[in-house]
């Protein structure tokens, strides 16, 4: 079975600065793919980042990367220079089989 | 280059009714992942079908639901004789391939159920 879990569920951040949100999971698999998802009030899902398990280097894309700790099964997202945009949900997930999906983190960016 | 297309956006049942939601996967995507969002929460998976057949259904409640993903056509979410408590928005996402690929969604169908 798969876990995810995201402890913060509401983050602050200043425009223009950093955030990390934290995402943990559990599970037997070896391989397997994390990925973190935007969802802004408008409802949709908004893929962001991947990561493999086997994937020696953090991914990033843009202004998003994936703090990949995998000993300690971790997959936080750093958003850097953060834009008012960015205010929206973010879930984290783990994939093997199916996709599961954490309980997700509200960001509000504040001018 | 359509993504993944759900309708209705917004489906309004009376309870002891009937609810199809449907889901026409990207073009070249035979994988069908639905899931359920409450408010304020995250999606839970409900079953993921590949063309004609259920893969994996351990998120769907035994009763009243049921999906399915024909060889032609899109897939249907469908909830029968409808509750309060399956207000909700659902979601489809596909992908190309089983294995770590990322999951494309579609905008999602908000069910209420009056």
């Known amino acids: 079975a798969q876990k995810i879990t995201q402890t913060q569920p509401g983050m602050f951040v200043q425009e223009k600065e950093a955030v990390t949100l934290d995402c943990t999971y559990d599970t037997s698999d070896q391989s397997y793919g994390l990925f973190w998802y935007k969802q802004p009030s408008s409802g949709e899902m908004i893929f962001l980042i991947y990561q493999g398990s086997y994937d020696e280097q953090n991914a990033t894309e843009g202004r998003y990367s994936l703090n990949f700790q995998k000993a300690r099964k971790s997959a936080n997202l750093v958003i850097s220079a953060s834009q008012l945009g960015d205010s929206a949900m973010y879930f984290c997930?783990?994939?093997?089989?199916?996709?599961?999906f954490g309980a997700g983190t509200r960001l509000t960016v504040k001018p | 280059n359509a993504g993944v297309m759900q309708n209705p956006r917004h489906l309004v049942r009376r309870r002891g009714q009937e609810a199809r939601l449907r889901c026409s996967p990207m073009?070249?995507?035979?994988?069908v992942y639905w899931y359920r969002q409450l408010p304020e929460e995250g999606l839970k998976f409900m079953v993921y079908?590949?063309?004609?057949?259920?893969?994996?259904e351990s998120g769907m409640p035994k009763e009243r639901f049921s999906a399915e993903f024909p060889k032609e056509g899109p897939s249907i979410l469908r909830i029968q004789q409808v509750v309060r408590g399956d207000s909700a928005a659902y979601f489809c996402?596909?992908?190309?391939?089983?294995?770590?690929?990322?999951?494309?969604f579609g905008s999602g169908t908000q069910l209420s159920v009056l």
């Open positions: 079908l590949q063309k004609e057949n259920i893969i994996d």
């Open positions: 997930a783990i994939a093997r089989n199916d996709m599961r």
């Open positions: 996402a596909s992908s190309s391939d089983r294995d770590d690929e990322k999951l494309f």
């Open positions: 073009k070249g995507h035979s994988h």
